[in-house]
């Protein structure tokens, strides 16, 4: 029994006498059939996927020049007076920052 069916049973049974017994509620309560939560499980399609790298490709791309910590940047003068890059650090959660924003977006549209 679905719970619009048990109203309406309470309905017609207050229609004729003011008084239900606890028992017949009791009863038609337990009749009722219980609420099923279909949860959908989507798997991300090679399609999908490749529509995710390419949007994280622009978007790193575009802000490739907020992706390195230029304060922690190491150069060295070679023996030809030539400048070397010896390291850099890179901004991880700038870059987990852009790629979240990519996905959240993918998962928006998902929703409507």
Same mark, same amino acid.
């Given at each position: 029994?679905?719970?619009?069916?048990?109203?309406?049973?309470?309905?017609?049974?207050?229609?004729?006498?003011?008084?239900?017994?606890?028992?017949?509620?009791?009863?038609?309560?337990?009749?009722?059939?219980?609420?099923?939560?279909?949860?959908?499980?989507?798997?991300?399609?090679?399609?999908?996927?490749?529509?995710?790298?390419?949007?994280?490709?622009?978007?790193?791309? /575009?802000?490739?020049? !907020?992706?390195? &910590? $230029?304060?922690?940047?190491? +150069?060295?003068? %070679?023996? *030809?007076?030539?400048?070397?890059?010896?390291?850099?650090?890179?901004?991880? /959660?700038?870059?987990? !920052?852009?790629? &979240? $924003?990519?996905?959240?977006? +993918?998962?928006? %549209?998902? *929703?409507?």
């Amino acid at each position: 029994m679905k719970r619009e069916e048990l109203v309406a049973q309470l309905e017609a049974a207050k229609a004729l006498t003011s008084v239900v017994s606890i028992d017949n509620v009791i009863a038609l309560i337990q009749q009722l059939e219980p609420e099923v939560i279909v949860e959908k499980e989507t798997k991300l399609t090679p399609a999908v996927a490749g529509q995710i790298a390419e949007e994280i490709e622009k978007v790193l791309d /575009y802000n490739s020049s !907020d992706l390195v &910590d $230029t304060d922690s940047v190491e +150069f060295e003068l %070679d023996y *030809d007076n030539r400048i070397s890059l010896t390291g850099a650090s890179i901004e991880v /959660y700038r870059i987990m !920052d852009h790629i &979240d $924003t990519v996905l959240t977006r +993918f998962t928006d %549209d998902d *929703d409507e």
